[in-house]
């Protein structure tokens, strides 16, 4: 048999911007191992351009189109083997499924879905097929934060009472949820499940347990027309391009000056409608960007977490509480930037620091080596997880299936639902997880 035969055959469903890094992997860095034999999307124009940038770096032959419609006559004429999965969150399910019905395996961007049925029937799909289901959690993998998984599993503090975990978004990264699909809660499930995925996957994989109860406040606090106009605001505008209100808006995106994304979503727009640059004080926003939640989990833990998205500044900082003392990691992800100069806030840089805080004992600092790539330097490791057939063993059990992806959206649909009612939320009676 051929070395080209014996490659694992990839086809990628979405073709939006996340798609990006999974095209690099596999025809860069692991294409002894992989190779890409379809695209399939609604727009053509989006395709075009990721075969158009692939082509460029790597030289590589065309690469079949295929429409949603056609995804099944993908895989059977390109005989795929695993189906990677970029689509809006909403739609995962649906190619989840059909991989698997059609014998392919697959690998799937966070959130696993967006609501308890649809998690459901993902979990049936995999008992009933045998398939199996990738989980991409980055975050499991960046440097320190498998320290701190690292320092828990030798038991420095004991076992972990409590947590208190604080993710701040800023005005940039925070406020594009807010002109894209996301807005919408029927696409992304808001914040809580997109977003906050990640985290929540992050503590059940640290603690090694399930969330049990859940409640939360969440609210729309600052973006939306009704808030701007509650500031005094009076002038307003659809989209960020080409539109006069929006000139001098620091949270205006105006596509014709970012040519990457004027080329995957302003020269798409005629096929599917997409507005890449809605305003984030426009009206149809039904996410929250403010959210407290209290978890508890079965191993006994309590979680007071909160997550807002209009800072100053990106990151995150995380205590854990334990029987013999505290960890505490913080991250600063992204100092603020002046939209006038564009110059650094003042005393604000990127920076991180792990510290172990022993009872009766002197606190020392952690290590944490240096995060290389994008999400904390969790990306590259991650993909070599998935793609080579080569990756060395992970006494952290970082590699995340289908039941991780569950767990991980199962709190933040429980704490949606404790939004609605100002209720508690027993988790296991949206989903029970054997």
């Known amino acids: 048999m051929s070395e080209v035969a014996k490659k694992k055959r990839y086809a990628l469903v979405g073709t939006g911007a996340r798609c990006g890094m999974y095209i690099k992997a596999i025809l860069g860095t692991f294409s002894a191992d992989a190779e890409l034999v379809g695209f399939c999307d609604v727009n053509q124009t989006r395709m075009r351009n990721h075969l158009k940038n692939a082509q460029a770096e790597f030289s590589c032959e065309q690469i079949p189109f295929y429409g949603a419609e056609d995804f099944e006559k993908m895989l059977e004429e390109q005989k795929v083997d695993v189906v990677i999965v970029t689509t809006i969150d909403r739609q995962h399910h649906h190619y989840i499924i059909r991989a698997m019905e059609c014998g392919c395996d697959a690998v799937t961007e966070k959130p696993m879905t967006v609501d308890v049925e649809k998690c459901k029937a993902i979990v049936d799909a995999v008992e009933r097929t045998g398939r199996s289901l990738r989980v991409t959690f980055n975050y499991r993998y960046s440097p320190a934060r498998t320290k701190v998984k690292d320092l828990l599993m030798q038991g420095v503090i004991g076992k972990v009472k409590a947590i208190h975990f604080e993710w701040l978004l800023d005005t940039v990264h925070g406020a594009d949820y807010f002109r894209r699909w996301h807005r919408d809660k029927r696409n992304s499930g808001g914040l809580m499940v997109h977003k906050a995925t990640h985290h929540f996957d992050l503590v059940n994989w640290w603690l090694d347990s399930s969330p049990e109860t859940v409640f939360g406040l969440g609210d729309l606090k600052f973006y939306g027309r009704e808030n701007a106009e509650g500031r005094g605001v009076t002038s307003f505008y659809d989209r960020g391009t080409g539109h006069p209100n929006a000139k001098g808006d620091p949270f205006a995106l105006d596509l014709s000056e970012e040519p990457d994304l004027k080329e995957m979503y302003k020269d798409a727009e005629h096929e599917d ?150 209720l508690p939320v027993q988790v296991d009676a949206l989903l029970c997880l054997l």
């Not at 926003?285 to 209009?310: C, H």
């Not at 004992?361 to 793609?387: C, I, N, Q, R, T």
């Open 273 to 422: 409608g997409y507005l890449r640059d809605q305003s984030v004080f426009g009206d149809g926003i039904n996410i929250e960007d403010t959210m407290n939640v209290v978890v508890r989990y079965k191993s006994g833990t309590q979680m007071s977490y909160t997550l807002s998205a209009y800072n100053p500044w990106e990151g995150y900082k995380i205590n854990f509480i334990g029987e013999k003392g505290r960890i505490e990691l913080e991250d600063l992800e992204k100092s603020y930037i002046s939209a006038a100069s564009g110059e650094l806030g003042e005393s604000l840089s990127k920076s991180q620091k792990l510290l172990v805080l022993p009872h009766w004992e002197k606190a020392y600092e952690v290590e944490v080596p240096e995060a290389v790539g994008g999400h904390g330097g969790g990306d590259d490791p991650m993909l070599e997880s998935l793609f080579s057939p080569h990756a060395p063993a992970d006494p952290y059990g970082r590699t995340a299936n289908h039941i991780d992806g569950a767990r991980s959206i199962l709190t933040g649909l429980a704490a949606n639902q404790s939004f609605m009612t100002g």
